[in-house]
């Protein structure tokens, strides 16, 4: 096309967007939004089907240059490294499988949340393997461009694991009391359509606003106004043992956090809603000054711990929380853990290795 008639197709196009009725337009963009929405789902789907299949696919849908804000200790960059850091984890766990529940998109925005699972048989930062099974929490969070992956967040539950394998001892207040089986749950099948917004129903905003609002009441402490914010039965499907449930359950919670961090706060990085869910990307930092988990006062400072949490809503309510919290990296930060430094991948494992059915 010549540039005369480019310019013309331009002027034409654009009188034709004032003569459209503001419902035309509204409808567009919203069938726009739903599209993209859509696709970068099944980006993100990609992405798990490598994880549990063939790990060199990754680089179909990781762009080269990807930021990942949450690498393993010594993870090289680029999709090479994320492709690594999974070796290592077929490595201890040659069976380990991914299921994901819910997948939520916003703009250029993909959260998924889900279970892996495997049997601990080989080398787990330098643990032997045990023979014992493992199942732990994970979420991610994805920005995805022109249809690849540009940046990564991941929560996971690596301290649970550690417990799992008998590694380390159970944790009062951090080991976790899943309200959820796997059974009792229905995974995304890798390859299928994810249901679009439109089978869910939520003002987006508003929900979104609802959350804020809960962060804002846990950096001050104010568990009155939890009351507001969450329903009486609002169901918490990763509670730390002990917890009572609902409302009453996530009050306590608040009140263990600002106990142990008078200063703690957390920051939020995205919110991503979608229907009736909104996802949130966390990072928390505090002062331990104070008792928390039992963990006696140790005065030093954690900065930007992993949080992703993923809250459903309800006649203006929260009525469901599925939290994931990096509290391997707590203790660690806390110099309660030595830091882990992960084996080298699994000589001939290859990048294209199958786990085991």
């Known amino acids: 096309m010549t540039p005369k008639r480019r310019h013309a197709l331009i002027i034409v196009l654009a009188l034709v967007m004032t003569l459209l009725p503001a419902q035309a337009i509204a409808g567009f963009a919203q069938t726009t939004d739903e599209a993209q929405r859509q696709a970068n789902k099944e980006v993100a789907l990609k992405f798990y089907a490598a994880v549990n299949g063939e790990l060199n696919d990754l680089h179909d849908v990781v762009a080269s240059d990807v930021i990942d804000h949450s690498p393993v200790p010594g993870q090289p960059p680029g999709p090479e490294g994320i492709i690594q850091a999974f070796l290592v984890l077929r490595g201890a766990f040659p069976d380990w499988q991914v299921r994901w529940y819910e997948i939520v998109s916003e703009g250029d925005l993909v959260v998924a949340r889900g279970i892996g699972s495997g049997v601990h048989q080989g080398n787990l930062y330098g643990i032997p393997g045990t023979g014992k099974p493992v199942a732990i929490d994970g979420t991610n969070v994805f920005r995805i461009r022109?249809?690849?992956?540009?940046?990564?967040?991941?929560?996971?539950?690596v301290l649970g694991a550690l417990m799992q394998i008998g590694f380390l001892p159970p944790m009062p207040g951090l080991e976790l009391?899943?309200?959820v089986k796997e059974t009792d749950l229905v995974p995304i099948p890798v390859g299928a359509t994810p249901a679009p917004a439109s089978s869910f129903a939520g003002d987006t905003e508003a929900n979104k606003e609802l959350v804020r609002r809960y962060y804002d009441a846990f950096n001050a402490g104010d568990t009155a106004a939890l009351d507001q914010l969450l329903a009486a039965d609002i169901v918490n499907l990763q509670p730390a043992m002990g917890l009572a449930a609902g409302a009453e359950g996530i009050k306590q919670l608040v009140t263990a956090y600002k106990t142990g961090f008078p200063d703690g706060q957390i920051s939020i990085v995205?919110?991503?809603a979608e229907g009736d869910a909104v996802a949130a990307n966390l990072a928390f930092s505090g002062t331990q000054q104070g008792l928390f988990a039992g963990i006696p006062p140790t005065n030093k400072r954690?900065?930007?711990v992993r949080m992703v949490a993923v809250w459903h809503v309800a006649d203006g309510k929260?009525?469901?929380y599925w939290p994931v919290v990096d509290?391997?990296?707590?203790l660690t930060q806390l110099g309660l853990i030595p830091a882990f430094s992960p084996p080298a991948a699994?000589?001939?494992a290859g990048a294209g290795a199958s786990p085991v059915a």
Do not use: F, K
């Open 270 to 272: 995205d919110l991503v």
């Open 302 to 304: 954690v900065e930007g």
């Open 146 to 157: 022109d249809g690849m992956i540009v940046e990564r967040w991941e929560a996971l539950d």
């Open 177 to 179: 009391a899943s309200a």
């Open 346 to 348: 699994t000589p001939g």
């Open 318 to 320: 929260l009525v469901q």
């Open 327 to 330: 509290n391997l990296g707590l």
